[in-house]
Each structure stands twice: as structure tokens, then as C-alpha cells.
């Protein structure tokens, strides 16, 4: 059985920082990407950035570029999330997403079948 697990939520003043982690287990490798979500109160779910297993090319949403940083440990299945310089605006629920079988949403050339419960990133003004 497929299970993402995330870590490292919390609460953080504006301009704090978080690291978010995901570990993947029930299954042998990524097949293309592992990636973050997230979804605020009221809002659909958008997409905050992917990583590539192979090459570990990274793509991020406008409003977390040069904020945010993904990194992948391929040989633990383990996806990170590094936000600095926190707005209150990243106030939301943050998934853990992979590509580990056929089908799913398909974001930046990977398509996502594998989702975590999620964890709660809270940030005050």
C-alpha cells in the first residue's frame, strides 16, 4: 500500500522559516516527480512546486519562487520543502504528492497519482 507521510508543520511568524518532509513508502521508486501542494480555507488546492527523480529539475509557483526550496532523497523516497521569508499568505494545508503508478493530476510535466493526509503550515502576520 501506497502511504505519503508529512512532517514538520507548525506555527511561524512572518518572515520565519519551515522545513515540511514527506516520506514514501510501499513502493520501489519514484516513477518521474514527487512534489508539494497546498490548499488554503475557501481555496482550491494549487500546485507549490515538483522535483524530478532523475536530473532533480524543480518547478515552483510564482508566489513561492526564490522562497521555497524542494530537494528528493531518492534512496529513502523522502521529498523536502525548505520555506524562508514566510507570508501570511502561505497559510494553508500542505500535501505531499508522487508519481508512483499510471494515472493522477498531471502538473509540470509529472503527473501526481499519491497523495499524503497533509500537514497544517500556519503563519501570522
Known amino acids: 500500500q501506497v502511504q505519503l507521510v508529512e512532517s514538520g508543520g507548525g506555527s511561524v511568524e512572518a518572515g520565519g522559516s519551515l522545513t515540511l518532509s514527506c516520506a514514501g513508502s510501499?513502493?520501489?521508486?519514484?516513477?518521474?516527480?514527487m512534489g508539494w501542494y497546498r490548499q488554503a480555507p475557501g481555496k482550491e488546492r494549487e500546485p507549490v512546486g515538483r522535483i524530478s527523480r532523475v536530473g532533480g529539475s524543480t518547478m515552483y509557483a510564482d508566489s513561492v519562487k526564490d522562497r521555497f526550496t524542494i530537494s528528493l532523497n531518492n534512496a529513502k523516497n523522502t521529498v523536502t520543502l525548505q520555506m524562508n521569508s514566510l507570508k501570511p499568505e502561505d497559510t494553508a494545508m500542505y500535501y505531499c504528492?508522487?508519481?508512483?503508478?499510471?494515472?493522477?493530476?498531471?502538473?509540470?510535466?509529472?503527473?501526481?497519482?499519491?497523495w499524503g493526509q497533509g500537514t497544517q503550515v500556519t503563519v501570522s502576520s
Open positions: 504528492a508522487a508519481d508512483v503508478a499510471d494515472g493522477g493530476i498531471w502538473k509540470w510535466g509529472c503527473t501526481f497519482d499519491a
Open positions: 510501499g513502493f520501489t521508486e519514484i516513477r518521474g516527480c
